[in-house]
């Protein structure tokens, strides 16, 4: 069951979340108890000055959620093979996905209207970006008028890595973990930038004919693929672009000359290159960041998960660690540069509980 911040729980019967989200009084009752002003993760979503009520909400939501029952739980059940987290799904769809997914197209449709809207996700390794963006883009290409506005995709900017050949002469400028076996991937200076800035402006001009080829990175040969995987291609109109990027709005105002020479001096170098791809960005999303042991727990959860979808085994415990000193320790020197974005860039920032259910959104600084 999920709670708020201050471990109140919050009444959504175990029928609300899956068929019986259906209208009927009994279950109405239930949810418009829960869509409330107050809910630490509803709330955050609402319309600036807006004044609607639950009840009205949860009628129009639950015409939503009985729509998209059946695709998304299909799509969560591929995404997760193992079937963990399903009693969450509808939950979570209710209470977090469709508020967001409504934002979302109600400021493409104020901002950007027949544009692209693009949202970055911020967070550190293993605390659920991937899982969110994805969510969201089957909740948004059900709410998107794709005639007219074009369809959403959720993409990490893992996929734009550079092919380990190319990282490999990175290593003599610092990108080196220093354990072998383990990649030197993932920090500023390790991704096609100019590929991945060449594919926004296509999305920012693509039609109902246009074909875009994306980065597809393949991180169980840790290379760009190479036949018929070697893109993941994207046909016809995007609308809305959500961008999944462990250090996305990173304060790219940085001096690298600060920094002695080194890897840190090198990804403060880099970084700066990101400037026009977070500038880009309508809105960001950014999880609130957790202790470096934490952070090596859940990206050892994270390569579990990967090793059910893709049946391989994945990086060890050692390796992982190694490879999060790289990313986390060894990269930045947290004053002079840092993956975590300033307040002022942030739209929402979000907390998680242990299960890495999402407990409460606030609205940060940045204005719409």
């Known amino acids: 069951m999920p709670t708020t911040a201050g471990g109140e729980a919050v009444s959504v019967n175990a029928g609300a979340r899956d068929a019986e989200l259906a209208g009927g009084a009994a279950e109405l009752a239930e949810l418009v108890a ?46 997760f093979p193992g079937g963990e ?12 996905y469709l508020p967001f997914g409504q934002w979302i197209l109600r400021e493409k449709r104020r901002r950007r209207p027949g544009e692209l809207f693009v949202i970055g996700f911020n967070g550190s390794p293993g605390a659920g970006k991937t899982v969110l963006t994805n969510a969201l883009a089957v909740v948004l290409n059900h709410l998107l008028d794709r005639e007219a506005e074009g369809q959403a995709i959720a993409r990490s900017g893992d996929d734009w890595y550079l092919g380990k050949s190319e990282r490999e002469l990175l290593i003599r400028q610092g990108y080196d973990p220093g354990l072998p076996g383990v990649s030197n991937r993932a920090l500023p200076g390790t991704h096609d930038l100019d590929w991945l800035k060449r594919n926004l402006l296509e999305m920012e001009r693509s039609t109902h004919r246009s074909t875009i080829r994306m980065g597809n990175f393949d ?3 840790d290379d760009q693929p190479t036949g018929p995987d070697r893109y993941f291609e994207v046909r016809g109109k995007v609308g809305v672009f959500l961008f999944d990027l462990w250090f ?35 809105a ?85």
């Open 85 to 96: 987290g399903a009693s969450a799904s509808m939950t979570d769809l209710w209470r977090l």
């Open 284 to 368: 960001l999303w950014s999880f609130n960041w957790p202790s470096f042991e934490q952070m090596v727990q859940e990206r050892e959860m994270q390569e579990r998960l990967a090793e059910q979808r893709r049946g391989a085994r994945g990086m060890s415990p050692e390796h992982i660690r190694a490879f999060m000193s790289y990313m986390i320790e060894r990269a930045w020197d947290w004053q002079t540069t840092s993956p975590i974005p300033p307040d002022r860039a942030i739209t929402f920032r979000a907390w998680r509980d242990t299960n890495h259910r999402v407990v409460a959104v606030r609205r940060a600084s940045r204005a719409s």
């Open 248 to 282: 996305a709005g990173a304060d790219t105002d940085v001096d690298p000359m600060r920094l002695p020479d080194g890897l840190r001096r090198r990804v403060a170098e880099n970084l700066r290159q990101w400037r026009t791809v977070f500038d880009r960005m309508d």
């Open 219 to 221: 991180k169980k040969s």
């Open 34 to 79: 829960a869509t409330r002003d107050d809910d630490p993760i509803q709330s955050a979503f609402s319309p600036a000055g807006a004044v609607v009520p639950p009840r009205e909400v949860a009628r129009e939501r639950i015409q939503l959620a009985q729509s998209l029952r059946g695709p998304f739980a299909a799509w969560w059940r591929s995404y």
